[in-house]
Every structure is written in C-alpha cells, then in structure tokens.
C-alpha cells in the first residue's frame, strides 16, 4: 500500500511503514511500534507523525505550522485505523477513541505531553457505554479526557508547585459532597456532573467550549505534544543531558485498547528473563481488570505471570497454595492461551531485539495487545548471566555481550548491599564516595573505633572531614561518613582503596564530637547509636538494615574471562598493604600501580618516629629517627611484594607535605612535646614553620626528595632490602620506583641518581640483582609541557590524574565542593572532572604528554594511577590515548577490566565502520 | 711571520695571531690581548694557548697530555719574546720572568689558577736584584713565587675552611719573630728566609724540590692551569651558569711589568668616560710605584688620573689646591707624557670597541703598558649619557645604543636611592622585592602606619606577611618589610605596583607586634626606632641613611624615544588607583592592562558593607548592601577612566577568595559582630564556612561570578555608570572588562550574557554608547588548551603569568620560599618563575594558547599582566611570543618598553643574521 505522505508513518493491520532503526524520525516509541508491527505482532494501529514536522512547527509559527498534505495524510490514517480496528472515529455508535503521545530521539520520561482517550464527545460517550456495556467506565473515560485536555492542550494548569491543580480542586469537592475519599467510590452520575463542572470551568477560563468535534480535539492535541517539546522542564532536561534542541518531538496516534473493561481484561508488565537474576523464562506481574497504571501505582497487590513465579512468590510469602490459587492466580492459569501467545511473542522479541525484553500488554476482551517493548533494565548479576547465557544460545556473540554490561554494575557484585526488600528511613543523602553497604555503631574518631574494634562492634566513623591520621581508624571501621568533601576527597578516595562502604559531604549533617552528638534534618543520635550507609547511593539511614553478601558467580568469571582476551589495557591496582595487595589480585589485578607510602610512616612505632625526623636538629638526631622505621617499612615491602609475586609494584615515595604528620590542635601538640621529651614551644615553632598557605602546591612530593633527601633514601633502601630478602627465599620482585609531582628534568635526574647510588650500595653489599626501574607520576601541568626532556630520563611515566586535573583546572578537589554543584547545574562542565577524566583540558595535556614522551624514550611505559584509573568512562579515554595500563582501586579492577575490553571492542567497531566507507 | 703551532697564538711586538672575536679558541682574557696587539697598543708580548689543548689534555690523561709540536712551540714563543723585551728566561744575568693565566671563554672570576713571577730561582733572582737595583722587590717577588706555586701548582693548600694556609702561616709566624705587622716591613733578609722556609715546606710535603729549571716551571704551571678548569669551585660555578664543562681554558703566557720598581713605576686603572655620570673624558685612579692590586686593596689611597678629576676631589674632600698638588698629584702632572699616550690609547680602544673602555695599565721605567682592556660597568645614568652621547658622536647607532643599557638598570633611575657615598650598618639581606630607599621610623601595623602618616612621620611597615588589609598601610609607608614571602608574595607585588621600596622575606627577622619589638641577628629595636630599606639590593640598615633623589635626564627622554620608535609591543601599567593611573602614563604606558578591583572593596564605607554582603542571609540584604559599596567605585572608576582619558583600561572583576575580607582573630572577629549586629556566633560560621585548604585554587575568580553574581553585577555597573558620567564631560573612555580564572568556553558565555544584559540595560536607560570588550585572563592550563573554544567569546586574552606559573609547575608561591632556593641551588631551576617567565613550560603553554586563540579568533588581543610583565627577560619572551602588549607596574614601564625595543632589534639581527646564510 502506499504512502499517504511523507511525514507519516502507519503501522498495524499487517502494515509498517517504519522500523526500529528510524528512531531520528519516529522517536523511540513510534519506531518500536513500527518494528512490532513489522513483526505482525498484535499492536493496535496508529501512525507516527514525524520529527521533522516538529521542526517544520517551529519554524512556521505564526503561519500554518504544518506541512502541505498533512492533514489530509492523517485523515487517511484515520480511516486506516478505523478499518482495522472496525470503529469510526467520532461515530456514535462505535466510536474509536485514540491517544496521541509524545517521543524523541531518547527518552524523555515525563517532560513531554500525552492525551488520552482522544475522540469523545457528548455523543460518543454514550456510543461508548453501550458498546462496552459499561457506562461508569465511559463517563470515567469522558472525564479524564476533559481533565487531560485541560490541562494538557489548553494549558489549565497549576504556574506553581503551591497553586493546585483547578480540575483535582473539583474533584475534591465532590468527592467531600459525596462524602467518599476513593476515586472509584464515585459513580456514574457524580462522573457525569464531574465532566459538565470541567467543562465549566474551561469555558470561564478559555471563553470556549470543549471541542465536540474530535478532528479539532486530535489537530489540538497534535499541536499541543509538538509545543511541549519547548515547555519549560523539556528544555532544562536537555541542557542537562546535552540533547539538542533541534531533534524535535514525534507524535504518534494510536488506537486506544482497555485493560478494564471486566473481568476478561487485564493488564501488565512481562520480561524475557528475571531481571534480578537473569533465569531464563517469561518473568512479570499482571493485575485483571485495571488500566497500565494501575500495575505501576501499587493500589492493588498485582499477580505474577507464570505459575513458576507465582509459586516461589507465594512460598516466599507464607501463602499457601490453595490460597494462592484461589486469591493471587497467575496469568498462566487465568489466561492459559494467552499466556502461552505472551510467552512465544516474548521469544520472538528477544530473538528479533536479541535483548532481554521489558513487554507492555493489555487484554481487552480475551485479546492480547503489545503495547510497547523495550531492553529490560536488569541488576548487575542478572546483566551478566543474560549476557553469558545468550552467547550460549548464540543469540549473540562475545564482543557483544561485554557491551551489554555496564562497568560500573559490577560494583554491585563485590559489595556488600543493602537487603533490597528491607524497611528503611533515609535521613539524608550525600555523596555515594565508595559502594556497599555498612551498619554499625557511630564513633567520632579513629581512637573510638579501634577501641570498638578490639571489643567486634561494628562502628561507623562519622567525621568533618578525614585525614591520614583516620587511616587506622578508617580501617576497622565498616563505613566512613562525612560531613565535607567530594568524591575525590581524602575519606573518598582512601575508602575506595580499601572498598570500604562511605559516603561524603553529607552537608546535613551537625557534628558535635565532643558531645558525641550527630544531628542530622532535626533527628538527633548519640555515640554508640546505630547508623547504616549506602555507598552506592549516598542514603544515611537510621539504625540498622540487613545486609547481603557478594558473591561471584561462575559467569561472572566466564565473563571476565572473555573481557581479558579483548582488552589491550593492563588494569593494576592502586594498594597500599599487603591486604590491599591480596584483593587486587584476587580481583585480577596485573600488578599494583600505586603503592603510596605515606601509610608506611604512620602506625605505632612509626608515627613517633616519624615526627622525630621532623623535629630534630641535627642531621644524626634525623638519621637515628629514621633508622627506627626502616625496620617496619621493609617488613611492609616485603609483604607486598610477596603478594604481587613478581607482578610489577609500582612505589611511589612520600608525598604529602610533612606538616600532615603533625598533631593540628594545641592539646595534642602538648602530648606530643611532653612525650618526645621537648618544649611545646619548640614543637609549635616547628609546626608554624611547616604551615603553608596551599599545601597542595606546596612542599611536598619529589620537593621533599630534594629537601629532605634522608626520607626516601630510608625509603628506597628498605624497599630494596625487602626485595633481597624475598630473593633469597625465591621469589622475584619487579620494583618501579616512582617519583611523584615531578615538572623538570634536572629535578628527577638528581633523584634518580641518588635512587640508582642507593641501589648501588644495598645491592652491591648483599652481592645480589634486583629489577628496578625509576619513573615519574605525571601530574603537574609543566610535566605534560617537558615530556621529551623528562622522558630521557624516566623510565615510565604515570599520570596522577587527580592533582592534574586540580592544576589543569586551578580547582582544590578538597574546596570544590562550594562551587561545582553550581558548576554541573549550569551545565559548564558536563561532569565532575574528579569523577570523569576531562578529555579535552587534562586529556588533551595527557595527549601531549604521551606524544612527546614516547617520540623522546620509546620504551617509555605509560600507565595512570590517578581515580579515573576506575572510572570506566576514563579508562576507555585512555585506551583511546593509547596508555599501557590503568591502576585502579582494588575493588574497581573488574569494572576497568571490562572498561579496557569495551573500549577495545570500540575501536574495532570504529575501524570496521570506517572500512565500510 | 710564521705560526709556531697550530694552536699557540703570538702577541706584542707587532705580531698579532689572534683577534678579540676568537674568545672560543683564546678565551676572553687572550683575545683582547691579542686585539690591543694588533692595534699597536704596549702590550708586554706573550702567547696563549688555545683551549684545544685543554680538550686534549682531559683526553689523554695518563700519556702525553700535549699535542705534537706544542713543546717546540712553546720554546720558540718564548724566543719571541726574548726577542722583544730583551731579556732570556733562565738568564741569571737578565732574565725574563712571565705570568701564566687562565682564560675561559666567559669571565669565570677567580674560579681558576694564574702562577705570576714565573722563571725566578736562585740565580735568576740574583739577577733580577742587579738589573732592578733592587734586592727586596727581587726577593719579594721570589717569595711570591714560591708561594704561588706551592699553592697552585703542587696543591700545598688548606682542605677546608678552618685549615690555615700553611705558607700565610709561615710568613705570620715569621711576623711575630720580628716583631712586626705588615708585610712590607720585612726586610730582604726575612724574605730570604721565607724563601728557604717556604722551599723547606715544598720538600717536607711533596719529597721534591722546588723546580730551578724555568722550564719545568713553567709546563707544571700550564698543566696546573688547564687542571683548575676541573677544579671544584669551577665545576659548581659552571653548573651554576650553565657553562658547558666542554668549553676548556686557555692559558696564557705573558712577560711580567713591574710597576713597583720604584718612583719611576706606577699602576693604574682608567676609564674611558666617567663610570658614574658618563660624562666624556679619562677618568681613573693610579699609584705610584705600587702594584696592580694595590689600587684595589685600598691600604693606600690612590690618586686621581686627570687634573680636571683632580680638583674636582679635592675640593669635594676640602683639600687645598696647594696640598693638592704636594701630595696628592694627578698622572696628568706626574707623568704628562704618559697622561698623553693613555688618552690616545683610551681613544684608539673606545674607538676600536665603540664603547666605554675600563684599562687596566702599568708604568715600568716610564713606559706605558696596558695589561688589559674591557667595557667598563657603569651606573644606569652613565649608560644612557654615554650610549645617547656615542650616537651624538657616530660611534655607533640607535640600535647600538637602545641594546646597550640593561633594563633593569633603569629602575635606579626612577626611585629615591641611598647615597652611595654614606656609611650604613647592614642588619640583614632579604630579597630586593621593590627598588628604590626607604628610610623611617618602625611600626608593625597598618593602623600605626595610618597613625604616623596623620602626624607626617615617615614609617617603615614591618610585618610578618602583608594581606590586602594592610594595603592602607603599605600605601602611607616609606618602605614595607616582610620576615616572610617570595619576589611575588603579597607584599612584593603590591608594593612594585606602588613604586614603593619593599624588602621581602628577611627570614633573619623575629618580630614581636604585641611587645613592639623587632630582633635581627642578635640586635634589638623598638617601635619607633629608625630603620632604612634598600629595595635594590634587599638591605636592611640599622638608623637613618641618606637618599637620592632621582631626576630625568634630557638623555633619558631621548633614548626612551629611540626605543618607542623600535619596539612592536604596547606597553601598558598595573594601576588600581587615579595615582598610579598618573604615574603610569607619565612613565609612558599606553593604558591599564590590568585594574585590580579587590581594592575597591576596602577603605572606610567599603569594606563593611562587603562584609555585610558576604553575611547577608536574603538575596535583598545583599542588593542592599552592595548598593552602598557602588556609589564608591563608580568614582574609583570614574578618576582611573579620567586619568587614562581614552586609552584602554582593563578591569579585572574581583579575583580574591571572600574570605579575605574577613577578620582573622577571634577579637576582631567578635569587634565585626557586634559593630554589624550580628551574633559572634553566626559570623564564626560564615567565616567556617568559607574556610578553604588551598585558597589558590577555591572559590575566587570567575568562580564568584558564577555563585555570587550580584557582586560582579555591581562592578560592572560602576563601571558602565562611570564611563557614561565620563562621556557627558567630553572624556571617552575605552573599557576592558577582563574575567579572571576563567578555564571553560560556557563559563566565560554565561558570565558574558550577564555583563552584555547590564550593559544594554545602563546604557539603554542613559541613551549612551560606550566601547567595551570582553575577554579573560588565561591563568589556568586548561585555558590554554581550551583557547580556541574559549577565544570563539573571548575578545581579548591577557596572561596572568603568576597563576599560571602556580599551575603549571604546581608551586604556590607562598609557600615556594620553603624549597625555591634548594632549587635554585642545585641549578634544577636557572632562574626564580616567578621572576622570570619560564620559557619552555609556562611559555609552551602559553604559545599554544597563543596559536589556538587566534586562529579561532583573528582579531583577539594578546597581552600579559602577570607580574612578568615588567621583568626584561619575560618581555623579551613575550615578544617573541607575538603578544600585542605587556602590562607591569608603573615603575617598570621604562624597563619593559626599552626591553620591548631590544626584544625587536634582537629579531631584526637574528632575521639578518638569517638572511646571510
């Protein structure tokens, strides 16, 4: 049959003038429509006007806003549905009612506009009611059209959240007159008064009648869906998803079907495979008699689907099977045929989309109707075992497969989580800075809970803010909260590298630790009460909530099996202890790339120690002090090591500026001097002297390297003493000793000839040969400016993208959190840069970086070990930069792994498409 | 006459081998030998051995470290020599004796050996008392000689420090035994002694002998002198200039002229044209019958050259004419003869060099011989008077001149500077932050200098560290002095922008406000006490010290002249207020390239409504408060706008955290409380609140514009009122509006919007029309590499070196005092960034901003407002860049417009230079 006009698109009766793939002109909607009707599935018939009248609406405004036969095309289509669907639109006496909905490019749920039941008037209300031999639905019908067209095409609607809505203003005042509260307590006669007091009030409001002649009601309607593509909430939804303003809206009408017309109608919602596990088989919930919202409102308890769900539904319930069967059937057992004809269009579906399905149908009078299908959303494990399964069934290939997880799901699978079926009272929200879940008592500092850790209560640590000094107390606690701080904080950045459950910059919260007081939206907790963290969301929730453990699966392992062989990235760990180092490659870590030090130096015996070397006076007064740490730190080395088992350990010497090691307030600093045996006045002296402005540009880094050389040569000399030690027991180190916050060249050849002078002198003493070699981590801007000059020198480069990314912005990751809301809000930066590596500012200086220091060392090894290293977004940036590896927290490795292996399987697609042209 | 040796090169006597333009082959000190040589000049004859046979000697150590033939050579040199002076080396009964000297390719100061007296033993010496008549200069010069080569050439000397020269030992020891003090009061048979004792010494050390053959000397000394280019003082001193360890001494070899021989002898040095004022004529200081380094020990007074000089000292030092002329007697009268030849040889080098000659000269026996030639240092006004005057007299052009004069030496010419004739009492050196003198009472606190000011006592502002609230203070001070601080903290750059002599970072200070107490290196001073600052050299002086005015010359207009004919770059002023607006333009700016606005927020009236405005907890207590500050700037920028009348000026929006202009202490915090009205506690928590660990990189900038918009709002109405208020009395205005910290194209299109809608708004309601661009400062990387998306909004760029500097080497620098200097001492840094822009990092990124930026955008502005800007290196730099301006403190602007000429010229040699090959 041919086309009635350019602009419009039928579909049903066996006809689909669209298809799946003309989602630019059809939306989402209309092109699925389309497909499902190209599959002669049963979809009721409409047809799609396309995007581009939209732009054609726009640009005519003023005039007739609608292309040359148009409105002749949609007559035509009208009397195309109406021969398949044997009504007349706007005829009396079988009246064919219709919706007209909305549908871009994407989905836009909710910021568009729809009407429904499209096509009544005074006469065909009636026409309706005999037909469907049901006047209280007809009139219900009636009235939510007067209500929707009110409000949609004529614009009768509340300008402020405080105003209410004039229609549900009337029926309140009925319902009060009736004395009912329910909605469907009304009857027919109260519907019929309902609809003249809407009329009513339209007629003040506009000085016009409804329109009784449903053409004017569609043309109205039409035009009022393409004006809702410019509505206010439209265009703030696009600023912030970056959807362009010149896609347009599609307007699809279609003929209306009921779900609640008696007993032999029903309604519901039906997956391809369980979407919380991903077994294979049609899982859903249905509800008879009642309208699609109904399923989602959650008025009436609706029933599952398939007799195998009822059954563990009810079982899980404690509701026995003769109860079962008579209260909660299945549709399986209410629809026998019409299960079994949902079941085969559900297997159709999934070949066709080769996805697992999320299916919309109706049964209006014992027939079924399809009214939308999309990809299901699923939860982590359920994405893979679809995933693994359909490659089992050759539905899809490998490479397609890993597309069809989303890295960071997999976070899911290694945490702990919150039981999803359990009760729960959000206080607040802050940033979900390291997933998992985590309950335990509240504690005010890292004193409170390691004593807590002694006695296994479980605490969480509620801080401002944390430091290296929380580290320990960090450690034993189930999960950190704070009041500041942003994703990239010290609290977020350590808890995910120890896949510790925290959330930060939880600004609600009032902290009062010397009260031992949390207050927090005007609820108050004392120590010792219980809190419960969501990691993965941010929620702070009072007392406890059960939580579940992970597990990982045989598929997930398949899984990951299959990304391994994709990927051309390495994926190290950032692990700073033996335990790290254990989980990195328990998680499929190749190495660690990021050992920090820092942690090294605190601890008992250390940290003393430590302050000794800042405070002497003398060079011998310093070496003693060091001399008593070395000890730990080979032993620390040792074990890692040991763990890494001949996987390259990238050691990054101390970096933080020496103040951080150094008691803040005026009590602790008197413990500290009493205990050293010197005058507090000569500690404060010290510690003034310390001070600095902006510590993070200030002494701290290879800085102290120069400065204070003693350090790292303890630090560089216990490191290859741990590495002799394990030789002699057999087993290899691979040592990569990386110099942090590097920006000349002359800078790092001082270092690193002192580094090989030291190797020199351990090596040469114990007679033995150790790999090593010397690189740079890459984070400040003048490092990416000289990467030839710095590559002749180093042996690898790694980028510290986190203090790049705080100099390449001039933005302190620790202060940002007073801006950047406002900053993502306004749409000037589409993420937070901490979150996501920035590829134009600090990827296109990684660009240079890697450019110019590969041209100048062509073994030169380049890897990132900076946050973004576990961010999957950040990892396929830099694949595409060409890195050799990424190092990522430990509990990140499989969803970089996954990251490197789509990233990889990108590029292959990219460069076939290119092929093809 | 022929070569000898490829690589000996012949002088004196009419011969010439060599030239001054072969300082690679001859180092500095032969060459110009050579030159003299060449010109007829009396130099005593000698030879220098190129610096190829240095390369040789390090290459064969352990063989033969000569070339073939050098031996031979060197005899047959000598010959020549022989010949012309008539004497022979090793003769008992005449002998020639020769001095062996190192010359580098650049002066390398007393970093290498020289052996003088060179062929003496104990025959010669006989010899040389006979033909002298003077048995104590024989034996003196035999002492020396022993002693040099002890110490030189057979190492005979202390290890360290603490270690006693064992031959100063000897001749102290023999001191004592005659019970006497000087040295010339020995008498020869002392130095005989000395002579045997010295001898005794050799052999006891070394198991030899000194050497009696001459020869033998002689090639010791040689070998000594090509080994000190590895000495370790000259290692360091190379690694500290970059000096090229290839380079290789010279040596060479000279016959020696005695000006001590008796009242027929003399020794001098002369200047061409007077070193101080550049007045034309001989001018220098002699001796007679003394030696060369007599003159500059100053044990004896030396007399003037010239009668003109002559009287000129006399009577400034009030010594009659006729005592003048019984002791104190010119050359010009001593010996008028040689008076004579010195000028014409003064003449013939002046002439020869084309430029003012310092001549080192020695009388023997009444002849004239000159030992060396160089141009002669000079002060800044010399150096203009004599480059104007050479030009005058067609010694050399323009270009010459402008390229003849440092920059930098222009600052003495624009500040009050300490007499240089006065006594002073250095207490310590800090860094020279500010040039210019400063004397006055000490008061350690904006408030006391206020104080003082109200009473015209002159006050010296000593502080810690200054913060703009000290600006008041700073802006009534004398001179500022701060314990803490780099060339670029606070104080410094406020104060070049005041023009006002400021020491910074005088770590030897401890300061004690409360007791009004200030400790330097063990003295003490009270408040009130007088204390003078010298901003040039960083000296700090106990008491008063007489200053000079400072005075433009006829010759300094001029050359100024000269050099705004020749430079490309516009140069414009930092100027903040209508004062510094004046200056600017009367030192010749050609507008404000950067306004600072925070100023316009302190002072009376200001600063307490900003404060208000910071605490306002309604958006209409805010409008109400910032509409008091308004009235104010409108007349800031009304006077700035006037003075500059039409010329651009480039207002900086406010930069500064909020936080700076809250109190600090509690005290004063609880003062601002209760003055505003508001609880301590509240504005405790304003102040938490905006508390922020690294301030560089907060919430400043561009950033405030985005949060905090009625702020900017503000500004730019003030702005814009201002001009149309301007505009009613005839004075156009050319406005700038410049967004700070700007590193994102929609920040700067949002911030733009607004200020497009205020101006179209305050113009609109006034009818007026007013010029104006929009562009930012590019001061973050991310700018740079951004610039072509930004440069598509932005009308013009302006660097803001001291942030990016910051940035892109991750350095505060605030805090960069704390390693700089190790920096820079181990040559990882050539120079201080902050002082001068960093060629290759920040001006990388720089360039690609450039590059970026204007193909983006052809017709952007380019210019620089960091504190480079005045610095002559970093014009230079920019220049090359293709900036279109430079903006610097007032006080600069001279500088930056004579280095904008030389960076010109430079180009137009180098494009010649080019051309010729």
């Known amino acids: 049959m041919a086309r009635v006009h350019p602009d419009i698109y039928f579909f049903g009766g066996g006809i689909a003038e669209g298809r799946a793939n003309m989602r630019e002109l059809l939306g989402g909607k209309g092109a699925n429509l389309a497909e499902m009707a190209s599959l002669k599935l049963p979809v009721p018939p409409g047809f799609t006007i396309s995007t581009r009248v939209c732009t054609y609406y726009y640009q005519h405004s003023g005039k007739d806003p609608y292309p040359r036969g148009l409105r002749e095309g949609v007559a035509k289509s009208l009397k195309r549905i109406e021969k398949i669907v044997g009504r007349r639109f706007g005829d009396p006496d079988n009246p064919l009612l219709v919706s007209v909905r909305s549908g871009a490019r994407v989905s836009m749920p909710g910021m568009m506009d729809t009407v429904l039941n499209l096509g009544l008037n005074d006469s065909t209300v009636e026409g309706l009611a005999r037909i469907t031999n049901n006047p209280r639905f007809a009139y219900d019908s009636y009235r939510r059209f007067c209500q929707m067209y009110g409000s949609v095409v004529l614009q009768l609607k509340p300008t402020n959240p405080h105003e209410p809505d004039p229609f549900e203003e009337i029926i309140d005042r009925k319902k009060a007159a009736r004395g009912v509260t329910q909605d469907v307590e009304l009857t027919t006669e109260d519907l019929k008064e309902l609809v003249n007091e809407f009329r009513q009030l339209i007629r003040e409001r506009t000085g016009h009648d409804l329109p009784q002649d449903p053409h004017e009601q569609l043309w109205a309607a039409i035009g009022a869906v393409f004006r809702s593509w410019r509505n206010e909430r439209a265009i703030v939804y696009r600023k912030i998803h970056g959807i362009p303003e010149d896609w347009g809206t599609a307007v699809t009408v279609q003929s209306m079907v009921f779900g609640n017309l008696g007993d032999d109608c029903a309604t519901g919602v039906a997956f391809t495979r369980d979407p919380a596990t991903g077994e294979k088989g049609i899982y859903g919930e249905y509800l008879v008699n009642a309208q699609g919202e109904d399923v989602v409102a959650g008025v009436r308890t609706p029933n599952q689907i398939s007799l195998k769900a009822g059954r563990r539904w009810a079982e899980r319930n404690g509701i026995s099977e003769e109860e079962r069967r008579a209260r909660y059937r299945t549709l399986e057992e209410a629809f026998p045929d019409l299960y079994r004809e949902l079941v085969r269009i559900g297997q159709t579906l999934e070949k066709h989309f080769r996805d697992m399905q999320d299916i919309e149908f109706t049964i209006e009078r014992k027939k079924l109707y399809i009214l939308q299908t999309r990809n299901g959303k699923r939860s982590a494990e359920a994405a893979i075992r679809i995933a693994v399964d359909m490659v089992g069934e050759r539905l899809i290939d490998r490479r397609t497969a890993l597309m069809r997880v989303e890295p960071d799901q997999l976070d899911q699978l290694l945490h702990p989580r919150l039981d999803p079926q359990a009760k729960k009272e959000v206080l607040a929200r802050g940033l979900p800075a390291s997933p998992g879940a985590a309950t335990g008592e509240i504690v005010f500092s890292a004193e409170e809970a390691l004593a807590a850790a002694k006695e296994s209560r479980p605490v969480i640590l509620v801080r401002v803010e944390t430091s290296p000094e929380d580290i320990h107390g960090m450690q034993v606690a189930q999960g950190v909260l704070t009041a500041r701080g942003g994703m990239t904080s010290h609290a977020a950045v350590v808890a995910r590298g120890m896949g510790k459950c925290c959330v930060v910059g939880c600004g609600e919260l009032v902290i009062d630790a010397a009260e031992g007081l949390l207050s927090v939206n005007g609820r108050t907790f004392h120590r010792g009460d219980y809190l419960t963290l969501d990691g993965s969301t941010g929620e702070v929730i009072a007392g406890k909530v059960p939580t579940i453990e992970p597990t990982m699966s045989p598929a997930f392992k398949k899984f990951m099996g299959w990304a391994d062989q994709e990927r051309r990235l390495k994926v190290r760990a950032n692990a700073d202890t033996p335990h790290d180092a254990k989980i ?74 020496l103040h951080e090691f150094l008691p803040k307030t005026e009590g602790e600093l008197r413990d500290l001097a009493s205990k050293m045996g010197v005058s507090y006045e000569r500690l404060k002296q010290v510690c003034d002297s310390l001070y600095e402005f902006n510590p993070m540009l200030g002494l701290r880094g290879s800085r102290l390297g120069i400065t204070d050389p003693d350090i790292y040569k303890t630090q560089v000399e216990a490191l290859f003493e741990a590495a002799i030690e394990l030789r002699k027991s057999g087993v290899k180190s691979q040592v990569e000793i990386m110099l942090p916050l590097i920006g000349d060249r002359k800078e790092l050849e001082i270092l690193a000839a002192q580094i090989h002078d030291i190797a020199r002198e351990v090596l040469n003493s114990n007679g033995a040969k150790i790999n090593y070699t010397i690189g740079t981590m890459v984070e400040v801007p003048r490092a990416c400016v000289l990467a030839d000059e710095i590559a002749q020198v180093a042996e690898f480069f790694s980028f510290g993208t986190n203090d790049l990314t705080q100099m390449t912005y001039g933005i302190s990751r620790d202060d940002a959190g007073k801006f950047l809301k406002a900053y993502l809000d306004r749409g000037i930066y589409p993420h937070d840069p901490f979150a996501h590596l920035d590829p134009k500012g600090v990827g296109g200086l990684m660009a240079m970086a890697i450019e110019r220091g590969r041209k100048a060392n062509k073994k030169l090894k380049l890897g990132i070990c900076g946050e973004h290293g576990g961010d999957p977004a950040s990892v396929k940036l830099c694949h595409r930069l060409g890195l050799d590896y990424v190092s990522c927290s430990p509990y990140r490795v499989p969803a970089a792994r996954l990251a490197a292996a789509q990233a990889a399987i990108e590029e292959r697609q990219k460069g076939a498409a290119f092929k093809d042209v």
Chains 1, 2 share one sequence.
Do not use: W, Y
């Not at 740490?629 to 001949?646: C, S, T, V, W, Y």
């Open 584 to 657: 990195a490659r328990d998680f499929g870590a190749e190495g660690i790339g990021l050992c920090r030090t820092e942690h090294m130096f605190f601890g008992e015996g250390r940290i003393d120690a430590l302050r000794e070397t800042i405070i002497s006076e003398t060079p011998e007064q310093r070496a003693e002090a060091l001399k008593k740490i070395k000890p730990f730190q080979r032993q620390d080395f040792i074990e890692i090591l040991r763990a890494m088992n001949g996987l390259p350990v990238t050691v990054r010497l101390l970096d933080p500026p």
